[in-house]
T-cell receptor, first 118, second 112 residues
Framework: GDSVTQTEGPVTVSESESLIINCTYSATSIAYPNLFWYVRYPGEGLQLLLKVITAGQKGSSRGFEATYNKETTSFHLQKASVQESDSAVYYCALGDRGSGGSNYKLTFGKGTLLTVTP | EAAVTQSPRSKVAVTGGKVTLSCHQTNNHDYMYWYRQDTGHGLRLIHYSYVADSTEKGDIPDGYKASRPSQENFSLILELASLSQTAVYFC???????????FGPGTRLLVL
């Protein structure tokens, strides 16, 4: 089946340091995967951070970037300089572009808890 | 701004009791979803719906029922709550299945 594997947390990074959260996927039943990063801040629901639907493309938002690499089946999340306000749980997710199949769900990774220290 | 609300935000239930979790969206979206999250797992799909008065099973539907009485409302029903259903439950909506899903804040359910 489809699956997403991401960096085991918790991850602790000092403010202004760089960050990478790894994400790899297996899309056995999805012909045209969409890839997502969602973020959940304390006390809130998940919200979309960025989304990429085309292999080879890069998505970016709020200083975060992720490149959809079809060859390595990866979608790593990176940020050059983190802030305390980036402390949250980050979820990598796999979806179907809607090729006509019946895959209506998102497949999520387990989430990575990030704590940024001052 | 898209909005999905859930009630209650937290609940303590007794084993064997009935629990109803409610979700309301003001996005005018056709698709709605119920997920659960347990420690050490990603979100897993329980039920979803793409039109009022119709629901579909997700990956882990056993022990749960769903109800979609209107486009805006989607409920998750635990007829006989069990200890294993202790989890955080998220509702979400989207315009189409391949579109961005908008999530509610979650309901923390503890079954004792």
């Amino acid at each position: 089946g489809d699956s997403v594997t991401q960096t085991e947390g918790p991850v602790t990074v000092s403010e202004s340091e760089s960050l990478i959260i790894n994400c790899t996927y297996s899309a056995t039943s999805i012909a045209y995967p969409n890839l997502f990063w969602y973020v959940r801040y304390p006390g809130e629901g998940l919200q979309l951070l960025l989304k990429v639907i085309t292999a080879g493309q890069k998505g970016s938002s709020r200083g975060f970037e992720a490149t959809y690499n079809k060859e390595t089946t990866s979608f790593h999340l990176q940020k050059a300089s983190v802030q305390e306000s980036d402390s949250a749980v980050y979820y990598c997710a796999l979806g179907d572009r809607g090729s006509g199949g019946s895959n209506y769900k998102l497949t999520f990774g387990k989430g990575t808890l990030l704590t940024v220290t001052p | 701004e898209a909005a999905v609300t859930q009630s209650p935000r937290s609940k303590v239930a007794v084993t064997g009791g009935k629990v109803t979790l409610s979700c309301h969206q003001t996005n005018n979206h056709d698709y709605m979803y119920w997920y659960r999250q347990d420690t050490g797992h990603g979100l897993r799909l329980i039920h979803y719906s793409y039109v009022a008065d119709s629901t579909e099973k997700g990956d882990i539907p056993d022990g749960y029922k769903a109800s979609r009485p209107s486009q805006e409302n989607f409920s998750l029903i635990l007829e006989l709550a069990s200890l294993s259903q202790t989890a955080v439950y998220f509702c979400a909506s989207s315009n189409r299945p391949q579109d961005t899903q908008y999530f509610g804040p979650g309901t923390r359910l503890l079954v004792l």
